[in-house]
């Protein structure tokens, strides 16, 4: 148990250095589990690391590989598998972004994923001030879902995410869930403040946005025609898709030229890019049923 839950936090020559030990009759004379502590035992005074108590549980090895943690550049995830990603996966999320690559997205209109503009720093995927990387789409389409995002800013910076996405209505995409530095003239009309439903439906004025430079959460319901708009756990727009209001607010809008707007379709997540600096990750989805 002890060898099995440590090794794959140990280089393989620092095992390979307890072979002397191995060979001797007293070590062969001790059982398996007496066996795998002594090599234990073994590599800490071979790394020369002190820890205050023997390691003869699982939950005071997870304490072990937190504290060996410097020196091996490891993870305690290396000890046991994430739990908390399985039960996600059971619960029907999936991620759209994987925290390595564009795997899964691509340009707006096009077949493929962007030559520029939108890298991956510190698992978070950054949309480059000044790439021209355009705006990227997800290769998978949703109707009814539960969106979530983790994402901030630098000062004066404008971005935003769309869904109910028509590749074929460029100058309206989709809706936009607005997020930017409020404190700009671009954010002055709370209908393009951050979480709005972008110059269509104005947030709850008490929102709970943390300053630019910070990380905030957000999140879209879309089930049915009710859609919801939620920043820090806090629900601030919610509409009817089709409704007489949405129209009237549409029509009031930079969209008013589209009549189809307000209309609930399949689409892909769109990402946009605003030439300014934005990071995303923790994106993840989970498409709903009409019954849930």
């Known amino acids: 148990m002890v060898r099995s839950c440590i090794e794959p936090l140990i280089p393989l020559s620092i095992f390979q250095r307890c072979r002397p030990l191995q060979r001797t009759k007293k070590y062969r004379r001790h059982s398996p589990k007496r066996r795998e502590r002594a090599d234990f035992w073994f590599w800490l005074r071979f ?45 029907g999320w999936k991620l759209l972004f994987d925290g390595d690559s564009l795997k899964g997205w691509r340009s707006y209109g096009k077949p ?25 789409v997800s290769t998978e389409q949703f109707t009814d879902f539960d969106l979530e995002w983790d994402w901030k800013i630098p000062a004066g910076a404008n971005n935003g995410i769309k869904y109910l996405v028509n590749e074929k209505r460029p100058n309206a995409r989709g809706h936009e869930y607005q997020m930017i530095d409020d404190t700009i003239a671009d954010a002055k009309p709370a209908i393009r403040s951050t979480a709005s439903f972008y ?37 601030v727009v919610e509409y009817e898709l ?4 949405l129209k009237a607010a549409i029509a009031k ?40």
């Open 242 to 245: 089709g409704s007489p209001e």
């Open 47 to 91: 790394g020369s690391i002190w820890l205050p108590k023997p390691c003869r549980s699982r939950h005071s090895l997870r304490k072990a590989a937190l504290f060996l943690e410097p020196f091996l550049g490891r993870s305690e995830a290396a000890v046991a598998p994430d739990a908390g990603a399985t039960a996600e996966k059971k619960a």
């Open 112 to 136: 493929d994923g962007p030559k520029q503009g939108w890298v991956v720093e510190h698992g978070a995927l950054k949309c480059v001030a000044g790439g021209n990387g355009g705006d990227i």
């Open 253 to 292: 809008s930079k969209f008013k030229k589209y009549p189809d707007f307000a209309d609930k379709i399949t689409g892909p997540i769109l990402l946009t890019e605003h030439h300014d600096e934005a990071w995303f990750k923790n994106i993840r989805i989970r498409e709903l049923k009409r019954e849930e």
């Open 199 to 235: 110059d269509v439906i104005a947030p709850d004025p008490n929102k709970p946005l943390k300053p630019v430079g910070e990380w905030n959460h957000s999140r879209v319901l879309l089930k049915g025609n009710h859609v919801e708009h939620w920043l820090n756990g806090k629900k």
